[in-house]
């Protein structure tokens, strides 16, 4: 049990450490929004571009509602990195169910980022497909972690 406790706080500290505090919101086009989940990790927008979640893959239909849940019908903000569309001619995308209220709180990935999101409640694994930045592969793995461990997914207390 010591040991557990023990290396909690060290999880906690390499969140606290490691989370973007600088986050620049790229969105693809404003007022763009979720037409259709068709996985967990693939979405389709309502002006018809198919976005895939960078660093996850949520397969099953578990993932799919719970996506379905968060972000269908609604508009989300999408932040590119590294390389633009994948090899199925994909937009790789981080999406934002909302824009946190401050962008500098350890919590923003845990809270906002659909694709922690899908880590944290377990209907994804971390799956690196490309450019990603060291922080944000951090957080998920750090969200992975704790959801294979039994802890409850991060939130603002």
Same mark, same amino acid.
């Given at each position: 049990?010591? @040991?557990?406790?023990?290396?909690?706080?060290?999880?906690?500290?390499?969140?606290?450490?490691? +989370?973007?505090?600088?986050?620049?919101?790229? &969105?693809?086009?404003?007022?763009?929004?979720?037409?259709?989940?068709?996985?967990?990790?693939?979405?389709?927008?309502?002006?018809?571009?198919?976005?895939?979640?960078?660093?996850?893959? %949520? !397969?099953? =239909? =578990?993932?799919?509602? /719970? =996506? @379905?849940?968060?972000?269908?019908?609604?508009?989300?903000?999408?932040?590119?990195?590294?390389?633009?569309?994948?090899?199925?001619?994909?937009?790789? @995308? *981080?999406?934002?169910? #909302?824009? &946190? #209220?401050n962008q500098e709180e350890?919590? +923003?990935?845990?809270?906002?980022?659909?694709?922690?999101?899908?880590?944290?409640?377990? *209907? %994804?694994?971390?799956?690196?497909?490309? !450019?990603?930045? =060291?922080?944000?592969?951090?957080?998920?793995?750090?969200?992975?972690?704790? /959801?294979? *461990?039994?802890? &409850? !997914?991060? @939130?603002? #207390?």
């Amino acid at each position: 049990m010591k @040991r557990i406790t023990i290396g909690a706080v060290l999880f906690a500290v390499l969140v606290l450490s490691s +989370c973007d505090m600088n986050v620049v919101f790229a &969105p693809l086009e404003s007022g763009l929004s979720v037409s259709r989940v068709i996985y967990g990790d693939t979405l389709e927008m309502s002006n018809g571009e198919i976005v895939r979640l960078i660093g996850i893959s %949520a !397969p099953g =239909a =578990a993932a799919a509602e /719970f =996506a @379905r849940n968060k972000v269908e019908g609604r508009t989300v903000l999408l932040e590119a990195y590294g390389t633009n569309r994948d090899s199925y001619g994909r937009l790789r @995308r *981080h999406v934002w169910v #909302q824009r &946190p #209220q401050n962008q500098e709180e350890w919590y +923003c990935m845990f809270t906002y980022k659909l694709n922690t999101l899908l880590l944290s409640y377990g *209907h %994804a694994r971390v799956f690196i497909d490309g !450019p990603i930045r =060291a922080d944000v592969r951090e957080v998920f793995e750090s969200a992975e972690w704790r /959801f294979d *461990h039994g802890f &409850p !997914p991060l @939130r603002r #207390q």
